[in-house]
Nanobody, 115 residues
Framework: HLRESGGGTVQAGGSLRLSCAAS????????MGWFRQAPGKERDFVARIWWSDTTTAYADSVKDRFNISRDTGKDTVYLQMNSLKPEDTAIYYC??????????WGQGIQVTVSS
């Protein structure tokens, strides 16, 4: 089970931090990350962090502006979003993989960036 928090509305150039707390079989997680879906568009990859180490991956559109981190003690992943742009407006979904190749999704949280 994944539970997101931290969304909201911010002006362009501002910052937000999303959190995603995992519960249940967290010992089997291999990676957690974020996807986003803007109105009328497909769900796109944003960022991922691997649980065994701190290896990260980012979409080109957010590289150098967003930072993903994790707290293994709390089974939580964070997405620090800086220099936000109106085109970052979307529903952000937390995503996780486990050792059995299962995928898990959060319910999504709205991020709105006003110009």
């Amino acid at each position: 089970h994944l539970r997101e928090s931290g969304g909201g509305t911010v002006q362009a150039g501002g910052s937000l931090r999303l959190s995603c707390a995992a519960s249940g079989r967290t010992f089997s997680l291999t990676a957690m990350g974020w996807f986003r879906q803007a109105p009328g568009k497909e769900r796109d990859f944003v960022a991922r962090i691997w649980w065994s180490d701190t290896t990260t991956a980012y979409a080109d559109s957010v590289k150098d502006r967003f930072n993903i981190s994790r707290d293994t003690g709390k089974d939580t992943v964070y997405l620090q979003m800086n220099s936000l742009k109106p085109e970052d407006t979307a529903i952000y979904y937390c995503h996780a993989n486990d050792y059995d190749a299962n995928e898990y999704w959060g319910q999504g949280i709205q991020v709105t960036v006003s110009s």
